[in-house]
């Protein structure tokens, strides 16, 4: 545990986790505080930047993005510089939901949400291949999704 946080700020931030929409008046019983505690908790842990934001999760398949798929590239230079330029340049695409720098066979893994395989040819034909440094990318197609966004353990 962290020394800044005691068990009712936990409790706080599991509850949040869980279901962001849960009001401050049903956090406070749940933790057993006032709901004017509950509420100065909370709003600590969002001014220290514990909790980054509360969104909701938007199901895939409802909106026409039910292909999940994730690519790996390779820079053709490894520097601060290309780097720099292709983490920018994944920021502005919108159909990138994550873009992750990790050590292997790959320089980045990005996960991509789409309508199906033929709109993912299209974006990487135009655009993911078209991106700054990118010298190689190899695309795995998600099958099933297991595990999904799950809930931090702590």
Do not use: W
């Not at 159909?95 to 990790?102: A, G, N, T």
């Not at 893994?109 to 990487?124: C, E, Q």
């Amino acid at each position: 545990m962290s020394p800044e946080l005691d068990k009712i700020d936990y409790k706080i931030l599991r509850l949040l986790q869980g279901d962001g929409r849960m009001g401050n008046a049903e956090i406070a019983k749940r933790v057993n505080v006032s709901a004017a505690t509950c509420h100065r908790r909370t709003q600590r842990l969002f001014a220290e930047g514990y909790i980054k934001n509360v969104r909701a999760q938007i199901t895939p398949d409802k909106v026409d993005r039910g292909a999940l798929v994730m690519v790996g590239v390779v820079l053709d230079r490894s520097t601060p510089e290309s780097f720099g330029a292709f983490e920018a340049a994944c920021r502005k695409l919108p159909f990138i939901l994550d873009c992750h720098l990790v050590a292997g066979d790959f320089d980045y893994f990005l996960k991509i949400r789409v309508r199906d395989m033929a709109d993912f040819n299209h974006l990487h034909g135009d655009q993911l291949i078209a991106l700054p440094g990118v010298r190689q990318t190899r695309t795995f197609f998600v099958m099933k999704e297991v595990v999904d966004n799950a809930p931090l353990a702590f």
